[in-house]
């Protein structure tokens, strides 16, 4: 699968989907160029966020940054329901199109969140958002 195909899927997965948080945010996809072959660690997400080497930085698994919005409230209604199943199609389709995905988080109350993982020709890409945890 191509880097274009796997860009559509996210795009159509993501498609008016919001990040919830302090301040809803869309979801982008991301592609990190120049960066094949690099390892996925905190060096290198800190090199693609743009930040510095001490900027606070935090690694999770994609099921557990995903835990609150895949899992409706019994009082949600039908529309909370309708976006638990978006992101558990989300999660499920990124699992399905990049390989050892994790969750990325950059800075202190604003922060970047980079979805990423390896296409299957060695590309870093994935999602990225944006949170506001006070």
Not at 105 to 117: A, Y
Request: glycine content about 8%; proline content about 4%; aromatic content about 8%.
């Amino acid at each position: 699968m191509d880097l274009k195909q796997i860009e559509t899927e996210l795009k159509e997965a993501t498609d008016g989907l919001l990040m919830i948080s302090e301040t809803d945010a869309p979801f982008e996809f991301y592609q990190a160029e120049n960066f094949k072959g690099e390892t996925l660690d905190e060096e290198t997400v800190l090199k693609l966020a743009a930040m510095p080497a001490d900027y606070p930085f935090e690694e999770m698994e994609l099921g557990y940054f995903f835990r609150n919005m895949t899992h409706a409230r019994p009082d949600a209604g039908d529309e909370g329901m309708q976006q638990a199943k978006r992101f558990k199609h989300l999660e499920k389709k990124l699992h399905e199109l990049l390989q050892d995905v994790k969750v990325y988080r950059v800075g202190e109350t604003q922060k970047l969140v980079l979805i990423l993982g390896r296409t299957p020709g060695g590309d870093i890409a994935g999602l990225k958002t944006m949170v506001v945890e006070n």
